[in-house]
Structure formats: structure tokens, C-alpha cells
């Protein structure tokens, strides 16, 4: 083991589901497993990771498959939900651990819910940050996102485009990217570049309008070390979660509108734009017809996308008051 630049959290590298991955580690007890989304790194569960050990936990955070110091093998279907469920069974696996606390971010949130609803004796709890588990799409995702979107720009089929254009634009100036898109919903920035919506008009980080500053939550330090794990692993990985979402509905069908059956959680900002608006009771009957023990949906005022960071004390407040009463 290393220690890493966080007080108390520690390296370890294991062999998962046949790649080399990183994991930072803290504490002592049942274990909470915590799946970061696109794009991140184990760092952003940083205010977990620390609050979860002192709390009497063993907070295992991994570089997700394709990201900082995991292995990021090339072809697109290395990234599929099946596969990216058995990496995080088989960090239990090299842990010698039988049950986890599971907690997903952005991406981590689709991972964590498949991981669950694929191993549901391996997981005593979810914690869903961000982007809820609702009913099976009728229709295939990004087919129905292009016949919504025409010819405008929209990230997600931004990253399906062939050529791997997406992640070219990306690592050409990580810290242009990292900096514009880890933002809150009121922080001042200047006008985008590119306002014409076309695709045609050009690509991502032009749209988002450079920040005049950085937000409470990330200081210069933090964005610095971001900056270096995209320069080291680059964001053909994470993208590639992305070129797996029509390949995901169709080898996920034979499950339907699969449930979730452990004790679940709900945490967001309230301006997430993944929620669309969406308020406690809305985001309750999304999840109710598929999560059987939906045990609370929390929504923290005044806050965006990146929950946990944005909202540090809030997040591990409900998190842990969650993990507490499973053992009322």
C-alpha cells in the first residue's frame, strides 16, 4: 500500500474481473464500496471516504475500469454494465469481503444499480447519487436521443460519433474540460464560445463557457490533481461508457424492468440537471415501481451535479445516518 494525498486514505492495487485496478482505502469495518461517474477518479469521494472511516467503516474507493491507475483496456465492449458490475464484485472478491454497502455517482449510479441487481447477495444497501433507477426504456437510448435531438449538439451522442473525436477534443486540454464542467449551477463563467446548438457548429468545451473562478468546493489543488489523472489515463475510458448505452439495453432485456430489492437511497442536488427539475415525490414515483425498499429520496437544496463534493457534509450526513439505521 501508498498513502495518497488525502490524510487517512491509503492505495491498494488489486487484480479485478481480469484488470489491474487502483482503489483508495480508509478505515476499518463493513465495507462501502463508492463508484465515481464521468468524469472523476476515486478523488471525489475524497469527503466520504474520510467521514465514512471515521464513522467506523472501510471505505473502498477504485479508479473505475478506464480510469487514473486502472487499467483501461481498448475495445468499446470492454466498458458494457455486465463487465463494469463484475469489476466491482471482483474487488470484493480480492478483498476476501462477502457483503458491501454499495454507493454510485453519475456513472457509478447505472454501475452500483446493475452490480446490485446482478449480485443482490453480495450488497446489504444502495446509495444512489444522482441518476435514479427507473423502468426499462421501451425504445432503444440513443436512437431515441437522436430522433429527439436532429441535428443539435448533445454530449452523450457526442461520444458515440466514431473516430473517438469526443475524447480527441478532451485530451487535447484536460484542464479546459475539468474546469468548465466541475462547476456549481451559479458560478459566474464567460460567455460560451459556441452558442450556435447545431452539432455542425463544433464540438463540447467551446459550449460550456470558460469558469471566472472555481467554486467553493474545488480548490486549485484539487483541480490540479484532476488534471493529472486525465493527462495519465486520458477519456477514452470514460467516454466509452457512453458507446455502451445502446449495447447495455440490448443485454440487459431478458431482465425487464429488473427491481432492486435491498434498502435504497436517493441523494441529489436540486439543480442536477440529470433530475431534470424533477422534485421528492416525482423522483418517488419514478423509483417506487422498481426499488422495493425505497427508504428516502433526498434532494439538498441549491445544489448540482457534483453532490458529494458540493455538498460534502450534507451527503455524508444522509449517507451515514442511511448506514446507521440498517442496523435499527
Known sequence: MSSSNVEGVTFQHIDSNGIRMRLAVAGDGPVVLLAHGWPESWYSWRHQLRALSEAGYRAVAPDMRGYGETDAPKPVEAYDIATLAADMVGVLDALGVDQAHMVGHDWGAPVATHTVITYPD?????????????ERSPVEPISAIQQAMGENFYYMLYH???????????????????????LSPDSPREEPEITDPKRSAGGFVPRLGAPRGLPGWLTQEDLDYYVVQFEHAGFRGGVNYYRNIGRNWEITADLGSPHITVPTLFIAGEFDIVIAGADVSALKARMSPVVDDLREVILIPGVGHWVQQEAAEETNTALLGFLASLDD
Request: hydrophobic share 35%.
Open 122 to 134: 453480495r450488497f446489504a444497501s444502495l446509495t444512489l447519487l444522482s441518476v435514479p433507477h427507473g
Open 160 to 182: 458515440n460519433e466514431p473516430g473517438g473525436v469526443a475524447e480527441a477534443e478532451y485530451d487535447s486540454d484536460p484542464r479546459a474540460m475539468l474546469s468548465r464542467i466541475y
